[in-house]
């Protein structure tokens, strides 16, 4: 019994070796992305317009979820503008510090605003995120909570 339990504790898990894409070959796949997207993005009609980088996002979703594109092959470009997001919403803040005196007028409309729509936003994707696991466990009779 103590021999079993003790070759139990030297086998070790295996790990997988991911190699990553070289950094051109990522930014490249951002660019492609981004460059279809601003081709489809005047498609839509102009009561609804789509801005170029939505609908950037959605397709790279689409194609990391069909396995078209590893997340090996994004992941550390997409960290790295990750942590350049900060940067760019400087500007947004410089204009915000520019409006002030909408600000004061309008500030408690603005404010009760944004965190209605926050707590509308967060509520609808909670909902539709709980849906589409249901989905996924009726239709392909998974378990979706352990995913490699």
Sequence with gaps: ?????????????ETKETKDA????QMGIFA??????????????????????VIGLVLLYLLL???VIKIE???KFANF????????????GIQLTASLDIMRAQGVQLVATIVISTVILLV????TASFFIWVKKTVFKRDVSVQE
């Design 124 to 127: 609808v994707i909670a909902y």
């Design 81 to 92: 503008l990750i942590g350049f997001i900060a940067f760019l919403f400087v500007p947004s």
């Design 73 to 75: 092959w994004v992941e």
């Design 65 to 67: 979820t069909v396995h």
């Design 22 to 25: 070289p950094i051109l070959i």
């Design 1 to 13: 019994m103590a021999d079993k339990l003790k070759n139990s504790q030297d086998v070790k898990p």
């Design 32 to 53: 492609g992305i981004l460059f279809v997207s601003s081709i489809i993005s005047p498609m839509f009609p102009a009561s609804f317009p789509v801005p170029t980088p």
